[in-house]
């Protein structure tokens, strides 16, 4: 059982705009940065978005990041097949002294 | 380019030990703390270990907590995960992510390496 709970599947169509969600508690994204990462099937994961809603150099804006509260959301816009992936969002947790992810949301591009 | 590169990984029996090192390239090695993460079989990642530039400031997931221990040789460009004890719900890949800052915390992982697949199995 992950510390941050995500939706186990998400889908879309091609050039579609699609969310995925993260929820944790006040002692994880309730006070402090939610990083999301991608996984490509059979790679290693990648750095997508940090410090809530900020993209590494090279990474489309087609990808954003939110915060609100003790929930955060990655979405993609302008949905490409390429974009079908394992999306993990992470986060560190003050009570556990360390950081913790979301159990991952693999993304269906129909 | 930044390059991390795992090895060390295998098949190995409960109750033994093992030794996994991460040689890294392309970047200033002792600027950045380093982690180690893991990802059982068709699961989700899950942190085990970060070390801060200088090796002094240094955390572990309680899973790991007492059997494993982290470690690093600056002027080798190399991180270590000693893994003591082994447990079978230990089987995973296990990646060497450097973070975005000198300290471990709270834990931004902006490169990996490909990871080492370790299996603990009699």
Redesign the interface.
């Known amino acids: 059982q992950?510390v941050l709970t995500q939706p186990p599947s998400a889908s879309g169509t091609p050039g579609q705009r699609v969310t995925i969600s993260c929820s944790g508690s006040s002692s994880n994204i309730g006070s402090?940065?939610v990083?999301w990462?991608q996984q490509l099937p059979g790679?290693?994961?990648?750095?997508l978005i940090?410090s809530d809603d900020r993209r590494?150099s090279g990474v489309p804006d087609r990808f954003s990041g939110s915060k609100s509260g003790t929930s955060a959301s990655l979405a993609i816009s302008g949905l490409q097949s390429e974009d079908e992936a394992d999306y993990?969002c992470?986060?560190?947790d003050a009570s556990?002294?360390?950081?913790?992810?979301?159990?991952?949301t693999k993304l269906t591009v129909l | 380019e930044v390059q991390l590169v795992e090895s060390g990984g295998g098949l190995v029996q409960p109750g033994r030990s093992l030794r996994l090192s991460c040689a890294a390239a392309g970047f200033t090695f002792d600027n950045y703390a380093m982690h180690w993460v893991r990802q059982g079989p068709g699961k989700g990642l899950e942190w085990v270990s970060g070390l801060s530039w200088n090796g002094i400031s240094v955390g572990y997931a309680d899973s790991v907590k007492g059997r494993f221990t982290v470690s690093r040789d600056n002027a080798k460009n190399s991180l270590y995960l000693q893994m003591n004890s082994l447990r079978p719900e230990d089987t995973a890949f296990y990646y060497c992510a450097r973070d975005r800052s000198s300290g471990w915390s709270p834990g931004d992982f902006d490169r990996w390496g490909q990871g080492t697949l370790v299996t603990v199995s009699s």
């Open positions: 992950s402090n940065t990083n990462y790679t290693a994961p990648k750095f940090y590494p993990y992470a986060a560190w556990l002294n360390g950081p913790v992810f979301g159990g991952g």
